[in-house]
């Protein structure tokens, strides 16, 4: 059998309240108290586990710590600076968070412009569809229609008025987008594998 690669650091970053903790918990295997020892090793808000990812293994150490209220720069700085690859949350429910979202994706090119570091824009909550507040396709706001569809260029302009918001910001962001409900636990693993296979991509090209 394949040997894992070394852990990928992933950290999930968005405003308070977008559903980061649920997402940690359902990676932890906290929902199924059967599987209390699926973690290989959970300290506070940071857990390391090997998961099977298109039949090869992957260890993933995944970060929870990311603290909106903090000012302290330098903390947010080295969270910014020691990821693989990033989860940005916002809930589909809260604009706010979307642009908080937005803000953070520049915050990120900002402390590592270089790396193409993989970045997934997750819009969380998708199961409170009458609390929208962030669209999706008009067509079918359940299906993740742009789910890996975008190799954006970085900032390639796109029509707005064409995609709908939370694809747009992913493609004009260069990043890839998912909509998921950590409620329904719809998709969020779908976002880890998501993430290592852009992973997978970046080793695979070197
Ligand atoms: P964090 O501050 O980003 O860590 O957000 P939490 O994980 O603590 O979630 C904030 C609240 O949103 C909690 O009450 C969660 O139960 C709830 N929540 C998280 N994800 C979802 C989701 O997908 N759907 C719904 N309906 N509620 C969610």
Request: charge should be negative; charged fraction near 25%.
């Amino acid at each position: 059998p394949a040997e894992p690669e070394s852990p990928y650091r992933v950290v999930l970053l968005g405003a308070s309240g977008v559903g980061k903790t649920a997402f940690a918990s359902i990676f932890a295997g906290a929902a199924d108290s059967m599987d209390s020892d699926d973690c290989e090793l959970c300290v506070e808000e940071l857990c390391e586990k090997e998961i099977e990812v298109d039949g090869e293994p992957a260890i993933i150490t995944l970060v929870d710590m990311w603290d909106e209220q903090t000012d302290n720069e330098w903390t947010q700085e080295q969270y910014m600076q020691t990821a693989d690859a990033y989860l940005l949350l916002y809930s589909i429910t809260d604009r706010a968070s979307f642009l908080r979202a937005s803000e953070l994706r520049i915050t990120l090119r900002r402390f590592c412009p270089a790396r193409h570091t993989p970045i997934i824009l997750v819009g969380n909550k998708c199961d409170l569809v009458r609390r929208r507040e962030v669209l999706t396709s008009g067509k079918d706001p359940h299906t993740p229609v742009c789910l890996f569809l975008f190799e954006a260029q970085p900032f390639r302009c796109v029509s707005l008025c064409d995609l709908a918001e939370g694809c747009a910001c992913a493609a004009v962001f260069d990043c890839k987008f998912i909509e998921t409900s950590a409620a329904m636990q719809h998709n969020v693993w779908e976002s880890f594998y998501g993430i290592v296979r852009q992973l997978r991509l970046r080793r695979d090209s070197r």
